[in-house]
């Protein structure tokens, strides 16, 4: 009886959201790819059959029971972090794959996932009364240890994601406001360290934001055809499978990072305004889970993963839109890329999970 009545009450408006922004993800990549050799868009769809079968058996076990099995999740992806720095394939200037014969997996991704299950379990079981000091070094800790070891790939785009994620969790955790604040501003005054810490790419890339033609032709170039393309696709864009930066090959990682640009391209500003409104949609669904969620785990878990996808989601528009650097971050969902798909299915599985549980005892 328990199987039928859990089967009821699936979040099927999650799941159909989700699978609406993947089947728009597989039309853009398919879009300027098709021609390739290896068919992307064949492997993100052999991807997406992978994710939809871990997103199944994820939802199908008791958010409970992945949560008593977090240390070894997280500590597995972490040992897999490791193995990256010593073995892993350099791709891009970033050694952040370990190639598995025919598979190329990218743990930091998946950490994204056991990180915010981690916090989650953390902030259930020891935070009771608001974080203190303590608490709030060791949240620090296990945000921030997956971050260090991300931004020694150097992949510092991916490493970003894990501060929303960590803001997120101090928040739910009663840390107080001024707290917050005041790490803020720490962290605006170790700015200028930061900054002498960053290659010269990076910065230059920072440069190029402040004063878009600085350099056209190079740190530039992908800035100016993300905001052609996007412009040139008007009110209701060019059509399906037209347009001149995509097909032509002028927008760079234009089915990775910037797959945005190609959709506002073909479908113009009413075709964007749908994606961003699908991805309101399932951030809005994600905390309709978290506040009819049966404890304080289940609202933890949903809270963290919507903070994730949320802050992936306003770095790679803002990218697009030439207003951050460009950083080499995915669109959740859209981006082609089976690491990201997977991990990204898995925290949207943690939301139908908590969801579909809600009436559960």
């Keep these: 009886m328990a199987r039928p009545r859990l089967l009821a009450s699936l979040d099927v408006a999650t799941i159909t959201t989700t699978l609406a922004l993947v ?22 769809l052999a991807w997406l059959l992978v994710a939809a ?89 296990i945000a921030g240890v997956p971050m260090a070891l991300i931004a020694a790939q150097p992949d510092m785009g991916t490493a970003l994601i894990f501060l929303p994620i960590y ?48 350099d056209p032709q190079g740190f530039g170039y992908q800035m100016r055809q993300s905001k052609i393309a996007i412009g040139s696709g008007g009110v209701l864009g060019r059509g399906v499978f037209q347009g001149t930066q995509s097909q032509l090959d002028f927008l760079p990682a234009q089915h990775t990072d910037f797959v945005l640009a190609v959709f506002a391209e073909q479908f113009g500003f009413v075709g964007a305004a749908v994606v961003l409104g699908l991805f309101y949609y399932l951030f809005q669904r994600g905390i309709v889970a978290a ?39 995915p669109l959740p969902l859209l981006s082609y890329g089976g690491s990201s798909l997977v991990a990204t299915l898995c925290g949207v599985a943690v939301i139908v999970n908590v969801r579909t549980r809600r009436f559960v005892n």
Aim: proline share 3%.
């Design 23 to 44: 089947g728009i993800g597989l039309l853009s990549i398919a879009s300027v790819t098709r021609d390739a050799a290896g068919a992307p868009w064949r492997m993100q």
């Design 53 to 141: 079968v871990v997103a199944a058996i994820i939802v199908a076990v008791d958010y409970h029971v992945w949560a008593e099995a977090v240390l070894f999740l997280h500590g597995a992806v972490l040992l897999l972090l490791v193995a990256v720095l010593f073995v892993g394939r350099e791709v891009g200037g970033n050694r952040s794959w370990l190639v598995l014969g025919p598979l190329r997996l990218q743990p930091s991704e998946l950490a994204k996932w056991t990180t915010c299950l981690w916090l989650a379990v953390y902030l259930a079981k020891r935070v009771r009364a608001g974080a203190g000091l303590r608490e709030l070094t060791e949240m620090g800790l």
């Design 167 to 214: 803001l997120a969790a101090l928040v739910m955790g009663g840390v107080r406001w001024k707290v917050i604040v005041g790490i803020g501003l720490v962290g605006l005054l170790l700015a200028p360290m930061a900054w002498l810490a960053l290659e010269d790419y990076q910065q230059e890339r920072i440069r190029t934001v402040l004063d878009p033609g600085r």
């Design 291 to 329: 506040r009819s969620a049966q404890d304080r785990l289940g609202t933890y878990a949903c809270v963290l993963v919507v903070a994730w996808l949320a802050g992936q989601v306003g770095i790679n528009v803002g990218m697009v839109l030439g207003r951050l650097p460009t950083i080499g971050v």
